[in-house]
């Protein structure tokens, strides 16, 4: 390489910035500001220094700042081990693993822990969550592909084998149909601990009647809702009544349901539509030729009359784990009418107040900010009611998102834990640190440049806010990618 010489000015220029010390400041003993040489720098917003003798600090920011024509790195961090004493340039280093580690199990919560990855700027240090943390709601989001699913199913492993809290997951993609298959290359003794997990899974998935049936008669594995369970308000959102504008058929229907005429002929749809045809009232025959025509009682996701629907799953003494995978239904109607019969078994339950984590993939298509029907509207706004009363019955939420403004705005801002993957759009990432302002900015930011799998992970879940890279899974992944063979080696 060819050596340019440098200006005498220069030199003395470049000689004057290898010189700035490396020196902290705090006024309060819990954040700092710093400055250190630009050339050389390899400090990075989320590592960790250690600052005089014992300080550990956290930096969070980092920029060039110009002293008439020196140049260097300033930025300011948190104080993980602040004693709450200002002090004045105390000189700093980069940590050592070994005193990150220190660090992490000092403060390690007496509760259960997550091993759910590693801290990204120290990849020799495991990064554990509290598990405790989850007993406040939790926003996922990041852009496709940044790794959210297979992050999410780390957190889901974990809380598994290392807690007793029931969860809800509702899986739009059939993600999650796996959870209860473990990798091939997981360590002996984990795979163990997790198939004793794993086995209190229920995935429920579509299917037809008696293709699968148990001994207990309900229908093994099939996924279906009790259309008697739903209520009134879920009926008619169901057959898109307007209690105003199909007045006659709604009263039809009420009259129907009140009389229990219905739940003497079995309650199930395929008895509805019986009822409904053979009614002496004009009004209730044209309720049957709704159904008719909207296709509801061709759909195959309602229980008939075999037990284990999903409202009777989610209820108290239901298995530990259910995944609910929406992904297997036929036609988005019956996702919407699943998804909405959970969140309101599971609401109506929760004087019970057993703890449950309600998971939310894709949450712009279940609990959306504009719905496109009525049952997703109830959706939505059952999901918003959790987010804003349910944790006083134990109801948790774990939402996760692609599309973050387009998540009803009452779920995303009632969210006390962030898991924030990479995201390119900027709209996005301001409208975050607007709703989550919990989420240190400076940090948020680095999400356009995050690697798939790395997160900032912030709030109770976190001890501080901080950039973890998730896994390895134990569980199997579901879902299926579209096979790329068509880009391989030609003809
Ligand atoms: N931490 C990780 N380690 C190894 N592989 C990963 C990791 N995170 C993601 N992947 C892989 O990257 C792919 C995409 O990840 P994932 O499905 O989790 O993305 P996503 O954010 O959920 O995307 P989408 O929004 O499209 O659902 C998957 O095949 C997964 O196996
Ligand atoms: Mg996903």
């Known amino acids: 390489?060819?050596?340019?010489?440098?200006?005498?000015?220069?030199?003395?220029?470049?000689?004057?910035?290898?010189?700035?010390?490396?020196?902290?400041?705090?006024?309060?003993?819990?954040?700092?500001?710093?400055?250190?040489?630009?050339?050389?720098?390899?400090?990075?917003?989320?590592?960790?220094?250690?600052?005089?003798?014992?300080?550990?600090?956290?930096?969070?920011?980092?920029?060039?700042?110009?002293?008439?024509?020196?140049?260097?790195?300033q930025g300011h961090g948190v104080l993980l081990d602040g004693l709450d004493v200002p002090f004045h340039e105390e000189v700093f280093v980069a940590a050592s693993a070994d005193l990150v580690v220190d660090w992490v199990e000092r403060t390690r919560p007496a509760r259960a822990t997550l091993d759910v990855g590693t801290l990204s700027r120290v990849p020799a240090v495991r990064f554990p969550l509290d598990a405790g943390g989850f007993d406040r709601h939790t926003f996922f989001c990041g852009q496709s592909g940044s790794g959210k699913t297979y992050a999410l199913g780390t957190v889901l492993e974990r809380l598994l084998t290392e807690t007793s809290l029931r969860i809800v997951v509702l899986d739009p993609n059939s993600d999650f149909v796996r959870l209860g298959e473990v990798r091939d290359d997981v360590?002996?003794?984990v795979a163990q601990a997790y198939r004793a997990a794993a086995a209190e899974i229920a995935v429920r998935r579509?299917?037809?009647?008696?293709?699968?049936?148990?001994?207990?008669?309900?229908?093994?594995?099939?996924?279906?809702?009790?259309?008697?369970?739903?209520?009134?308000?879920?009926?008619?959102?169901?057959?898109?009544?307007?209690?105003?504008?199909?007045?006659?058929?709604?009263?039809?229907?009420a009259d129907l349901v009140d009389s229990d005429t219905l739940e003497a002929a079995g309650g199930g749809v395929a008895e509805l539509r019986g009822l409904l045809a053979a009614a002496a009232r004009p009004?209730?025959?044209?309720?049957?030729?709704?159904?008719?025509?909207?296709?509801i009682d061709r759909w195959q996701v309602w229980s008939q009359g075999e037990a284990g629907s999903v409202q009777e799953l989610v209820a108290p003494g239901g298995p530990r784990c259910v995944v609910v995978d929406l992904g297997s239904l036929g036609t988005p109607g019956e996702q919407a009418v699943a998804a909405e019969a959970v969140l309101a078994a599971l609401w109506r339950r929760r004087s019970e107040r057993e703890p449950v984590l309600i998971v939310i993939d894709e949450a712009?298509?279940?609990?959306?900010?504009?719905?496109?029907?009525?049952?997703?509207?109830?959706?939505?706004?059952?999901?918003?009611?959790?987010?804003?009363?349910?944790?006083?019955?134990?109801?948790?939420?774990?939402?996760?998102?692609?599309?973050?403004?387009?998540v009803n705005e009452l779920v995303v801002s009632q969210c006390d834990n962030l898991v924030l993957m990479r995201m390119n759009a900027a709209a996005d990432l301001a409208y975050l640190a607007d709703t989550l302002s919990f989420a240190p900015e400076p940090l948020l930011s680095r999400a356009t440049d995050f690697r798939q799998g790395e997160a900032l992970v912030a709030g109770k879940i976190a001890s501080h806010a901080t950039f973890a890279r998730f896994g390895p899974r134990i569980a199997q992944e579901g879902g299926s990618d579209v096979p790329t063979a068509w880009a391989g080696t030609g003809r």
């Open 206 to 253: 579509a299917g037809d009647v008696g293709a699968d049936p148990d001994a207990d008669g309900s229908d093994g594995d099939r996924l279906h809702v009790n259309f008697r369970n739903c209520s009134a308000d879920e009926q008619a959102a169901i057959l898109k009544l307007d209690p105003i504008r199909d007045r006659e058929e709604y009263g039809a229907l």
């Open 1 to 73: 390489m060819v050596e340019v010489p440098l200006a005498p000015d220069a030199r003395t220029r470049r000689d004057l910035e290898e010189a700035v010390p490396s020196v902290a400041s705090s006024l309060d003993g819990r954040r700092f500001s710093f400055r250190t040489a630009l050339p050389g720098l390899t400090l990075m917003p989320g590592d960790y220094l250690r600052i005089g003798a014992d300080r550990l600090g956290h930096v969070h920011s980092i920029e060039v700042a110009a002293h008439g024509p020196v140049s260097l790195a």
């Open 187 to 189: 360590p002996p003794d």
């Open 364 to 406: 712009h298509n279940v609990c959306p900010r504009v719905p496109g029907d009525a049952v997703t509207a109830m959706a939505s706004e059952l999901t918003a009611r959790i987010a804003a009363e349910g944790r006083k019955f134990g109801l948790y939420l774990l939402v996760s998102t692609q599309r973050p403004q387009r």
């Open 283 to 295: 009004e209730t025959r044209s309720l049957g030729t709704r159904l008719r025509n909207l296709g």
